[in-house]
């Protein structure tokens, strides 16, 4: 589905019969080209850190990225553009399927060549805060057999493989959505964002 041409209706309507889809069309190729000059030039000065797991283990044996979170007040012009429209789909789904999400967190993620993520489901032990996972992917002339995909596990056993191309938008419900990240022959940029709801009980 194309985003630019067929609005957010088709998205809210996949994740609410399947729980998942790929989109394309959030951002202009500009748009996503110049996250992707950001997140290559934040990567080479070091900013990036290793990432935290929400678990004992030590985060490097569960996955290889690194990440540095959006300041959310202050996001780059390049960032902002992600956010507003993140913000409006985020709006769209709040109507179209009566979710009450209120914001969203960003972290541009590196993967180094080789890393992956172990299966996972995104909303953290004891916090429901998390409703939506999105993945917008920066690698220009990403070939598949580069690796690098984002497997879904599926209902019935079912797994789907979706591809790090940039401009490629995964989405699917953070509740219940086993997924993982396959290594990859070269390093892998991506966007990792969550839609919000306030928590219920903390
Ligand atoms: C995550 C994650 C998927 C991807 O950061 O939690 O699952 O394709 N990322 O980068
Ligand atoms: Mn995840």
Do not use: K
């Amino acid at each position: 589905m194309d985003i630019s041409r067929d609005g957010f209706a088709p998205v809210a309507a996949a994740l609410a019969t399947d729980g998942w889809c790929v989109a394309d069309g959030l951002l202009t190729a500009a748009q996503t080209g110049a996250l992707g000059v950001e997140c290559t030039a934040e990567h080479a000065r070091g900013a990036m850190r290793v990432a935290a797991t929400g678990s004992s283990h030590s985060a490097g044996l569960l996955r290889g990225d690194v990440t540095q979170w959006f300041d959310m007040l202050a996001p780059t012009s390049a960032q902002a553009v992600f956010v507003a429209r993140i913000d409006a789909l985020m709006h769209s789904l709040n109507r179209a399927l009566m979710f009450t999400m209120v914001e969203s967190e960003s972290h541009y993620a590196v993967y180094a060549i080789g890393t992956g993520y172990v299966p996972h489901v995104d909303r953290l032990r004891d916090s429901d805060e998390r409703v939506v996972s999105a993945v917008f992917y920066l690698n220009d002339d990403w070939l598949d057999d580069e690796g690098g995909a984002l497997r879904l596990h599926l209902a019935g056993n079912i797994t789907r493989d979706i591809f790090p191309r940039a401009g490629t938008l995964a989405l699917f419900m953070s509740s219940d959505t086993l997924h993982e990240v396959l290594p990859a022959t070269r390093a892998r940029m991506s966007i990792a964002c969550w839609m919000r709801q306030r928590p219920r009980h903390r």
